[in-house]
C-alpha cells in the first residue's frame, strides 16, 4: 500500500495499478474481507486492524482506478458492529462514515456500468432504481450523497472543520470530504462528458432552443466543474505554507489536485463552463501545484502539461517555463530512475509484482 501510494506520485501508471490489485489479493489472503463472525479466532484488536486494512486497500483500488478513467473492483467492506465502534473510538466512527460513503460509490459506478451495459439490457437486466437514463439515475445518487452529508455530525460538518483542534482528527475529516467531493465528480463526469456531445451534435445539426434534458445535462456538467473547484479549495486550506509538512500527505494533496485539474482543463472548452471564478480557481491549482514541484519530478511534468493542454485549448501562447518548471519529460518515463531506486535498495520491483514465489507466506 506504501509502494502504491509513492507510485502514484510518478507516471508509472501500469505499476501503480498493478500494486493496488497486489495489496487487495494480499490482504484477501489474509481474509481481511471476511466479516468479524468468520474471523472469531481473532482478538477484537486483529479483526479491527485486518477490517481497516482492508478497507484501505479497496480505498486505494478506487483512488487508482477513477483516476485512470477504470472501473474499480465493487468489493463489499464488512460495517463494524456498534460495540466494536465504541471500541474503536474516533477512527472505527471515521471508519463507519467511509464505508457508507463507499457504497454510494459502488451504486453509482454500477449505475454507469449498466448503463454501458448493452448485453445486460438485451437480457432484461434491471437497471438501477428501474431508470433508463443514467442522468436520471443520477438524480437518485445525488440525493444520497446530500443525506449522507447532512448526517454528519455538527464537528464533521465542513464549516466547522477549522475549529477542530486536534489536528489528526481534523485531517481524517478533510480526506473524507475530499472523497465526497470526489464521489459527486465521478458522478456527474459522465453528463460532463454527454453535455459536450450535445454542444456538439447540436451545432451541426440543428439550431433550435435546448430541451429540458439538454438544460439537466447543462447543470450536471457545472455541478461536475463545481466540486472540482471546491476541491481544490479545500487543499489550498490544508496547504499550511507556515508548517514544515501540511495538514495532508503531499501525496492525497497532489492526487485531488491532478482530479480536478483534468476537470477544469475539460471547462475550458466551452466559455458557458469557464466562467471567471472557475479561471481563478484553476489559477489557485497551478500555484499549489508549484507549491510541490520540489517534493517530485511528476509535479513538475503534471505542470507542464496542464499549463501546454489549457494553452492549446485557449488558443494562448504557452508560458516560458525555463528556470521554472523546467523542460517537459519524455513520454513514459517517470522523470528520475524510479527502478533504480529500487535496484540501489536491493529490491526487485518486477520479481515482487510477477514472480511465481509465494508472496504472501513472505509477507507473514
Known amino acids: 500500500m506504501l509502494m502504491n501510494r509513492y507510485l502514484h506520485c510518478t507516471n508509472n501508471q501500469q505499476k501503480t495499478w498493478m500494486t493496488a490489485g497486489l495489496a487487495m489479493r ?9 466479516p468479524e463472525a468468520s474471523s ?85 437486466s434491471p437497471r438501477l432504481d428501474q431508470q433508463d ?15 449522507w452529508e447532512n448526517c454528519l455530525p455538527s464537528d464533521w460538518q465542513l464549516r466547522n472543520l477549522k475549529m477542530v483542534v486536534d489536528r489528526a482528527s481534523r485531517a481524517e475529516r478533510y480526506l473524507l470530504h475530499l472523497r465526497l467531493l470526489h464521489s459527486r465528480i465521478f458522478l456527474y463526469r459522465p453528463m460532463l462528458a454527454r453535455f459536450y456531445s450535445m ?89 499549489a501545484l508549484r507549491a510541490h514541484e520540489h517534493l517530485s519530478t511528476y509535479v513538475q511534468q503534471c505542470v507542464w502539461t496542464f499549463e501546454t493542454l489549457s494553452a492549446r485549448i485557449l488558443e494562448t501562447p504557452c508560458p516560458n517555463l525555463d528556470g521554472g518548471g523546467g523542460a517537459p519529460l519524455a513520454e513514459g518515463t517517470s522523470g528520475c530512475c524510479f527502478d533504480d531506486i529500487f535496484q540501489d535498495m536491493g529490491f526487485d520491483f518486477d520479481n515482487f509484482l510477477f514472480g511465481t514465489e509465494n508472496i504472501v507466506e513472505g509477507f507473514l
Open 26 to 34: 494480499i490482504a484477501q489472503s489474509m481474509c481481511g474481507h471476511l
Open 199 to 287: 454542444e456538439s451534435d447540436r451545432q451541426r445539426t440543428s439550431t433550435n432552443p435546448p430541451s429540458l434534458s439538454d438544460r439537466l445535462l447543462r447543470e450536471c456538467a457545472g455541478m461536475c466543474i463545481e466540486a472540482a473547484q471546491k476541491v481544490t479549495s479545500l487543499i489550498t486550506e490544508t496547504l499550511e505554507p507556515d508548517e514544515p509538512i501540511g495538514l495532508l500527505p503531499w501525496w492525497y494533496r497532489i492526487y485531488y489536485l491532478h482530479i480536478a485539474g483534468a476537470n477544469f482543463l475539460a471547462a475550458m472548452f466551452t466559455s458557458d463552463l469557464f466562467t471567471v471564478s472557475v479561471s481563478r480557481s484553476w489559477h489557485d491549482l497551478l500555484s
Open 40 to 124: 472469531a479466532k481473532d482478538s477484537g484488536d486483529d479483526r479491527r486492524l485486518k477490517r481497516k486494512v482492508w478497507a484501505s486497500c479497496v480505498a486505494l483500488d478506487r483512488c487508482v482506478s477513477w483516476s485512470l478513467g477504470r472501473t474499480s473492483a465493487l468489493a463489499l467492506i464488512p460495517l463494524p458492529t456498534s460495540g466494536s465502534c465504541k471500541q474503536g473510538g474516533r477512527h472505527a466512527e471515521h471508519l463507519t462514515w467511509g464505508l457508507e460513503l463507499h457504497e454510494i460509490g459502488n451504486q453509482i459506478q454500477l449505475a454507469q456500468i449498466q448503463t454501458r451495459n448493452s448485453l445486460a439490457a438485451r437480457l432484461g
Open 133 to 147: 437514463e443514467y442522468h436520471t439515475v443520477a438524480v437518485h445518487l445525488d440525493a444520497y450523497l446530500n443525506k
